[in-house]
């Protein structure tokens, strides 16, 4: 395999295995990858650009199997409310969005779901927690703020119409309750009702 | 606000491969290949024309290569597809994964008693690490020094990435928890299976015999990673 496109190769195995990466803003961009241009201008991301057919959506085409995921309703409403709470403006595009204080994503899936107090608590930072690791979210736990993660740039054209009238459907962020305008960190307030045996 | 980013209409690596094909291969090797890379188990070769037919199956392989990924054997008639050798060991060498120490200790305790131990005593055949006895909760606490809240998190993140499993409870009440790898093990490749076969009989018995031949290999020119 030539020199450049063994480098190609690995690039894509490099956010296979490790999500989107963060780079400098000047460094070329590799065959297939998408540059996102991360706010402030010094850095870029790069994720994969995998042709529609042959992403993830074909498994249910083929009526095979889907990684499994915990939690799965309440990690999709999670997802749906930072979407709602940081793309401030759906006509735009969708990345790179604004980083908004936790607590927002809270109040959205609180009038979502009904779900109040600890209970919604903790089914938020389960789902933040699931949703960042694989790079669909950035979650600072320290500074409490919550910004969408490069992959979701990878969404097309017909998911991003779903997405716009699934938004103007949802609740608007409300105001933030006095004392409680961030969520627990990851390691307090753990969602027990995920804990194995 | 930002660039939109944009995606060229001919992909730069995707179309290197699938132009040479006919409209029909074309779909059914994009098809596989969302099938090999997305699914959680191995695909039966059943399912899909472009595993079963070997010209459509290597322009696949070719396809994948180009991502650094390549197809991967499963049984006799099921297909999955793992990082390349190469381009694994060059993932390796830069760190490029995302499992903390603490995934990788508690992945490698399971993969100790739930396959090696079982194998060294003749009771898990072949060279898979996929399949093997379950290793309860209370052994991977009693094994290692993880606190038991950072334990669950582990086995919690572990599990999200297919990497173990959690085994159906059996009749008894209060049995601990049992797991067994994951399907993502499926993914290695045969020298990758190998090389963690090595591994761990270097950790585990550094002393034997068959540590210093693995050693030995490893030190000889032209000798297995």
Sequence with gaps: ?197 | MSEMPTASPAHPVFEAVLAELSERHRDEVLAAFAAVEHSPEPVPEVQLAALRDATMRRSLDTLLNRVGRTLIPVGEQAWTSGYRDDIAAGLAAAGHHSLSATDRAVLVLVLIHSVAVPRSRGTVPGDAWTSGEPTMLAELQNASRVQPAELRAALQRLRAAGLVQLVPQRAGAGQSAAYLPGPQLHRLSAAARRRLQEALILAAAPASPLAAAIRARHASPGGSR
């Design chain 1, 1 to 197: 395999m030539p020199p450049r496109d063994q480098e190609t190769a690995l690039w894509w195995a490099r956010i296979r295995a490790a999500g989107p990466q963060l780079v400098a803003a000047g460094t070329p961009v590799p065959p297939g990858l998408l540059r996102l241009a991360e706010p402030g201008g010094t850095q870029v991301w790069f994720t994969t650009d995998i042709p529609n057919a042959g992403g993830p959506a074909t498994l249910d085409e083929l009526d095979l199997p889907r990684p499994v995921l915990e939690m799965p309703n309440d990690t999709a409403r999670v997802l749906a409310a930072c979407v709602r709470c940081c793309w401030a403006d759906p006509a735009g595009p969708l990345w790179p969005g604004v980083a908004v204080p936790s607590g927002l994503v809270v109040s959205v899936f609180r009038a979502m779901t009904g779900r109040d107090g600890i209970v919604a608590h903790r089914a938020v930072v389960g789902a933040l927690r699931r949703l960042s690791w694989p790079g669909w979210l950035l979650w600072d736990t320290t500074a409490a703020v919550v910004r969408l993660g490069p992959r979701v740039a990878a969404w097309n054209q017909a998911e991003l119409s779903t997405l716009r009238e699934l938004w103007r459907s949802m609740p608007a962020p409300g105001p933030l309750p006095a004392g409680q305008d961030d969520v627990p960190g990851p390691e307090a307030g753990d969602d027990a009702a995920e804990v194995d045996a």
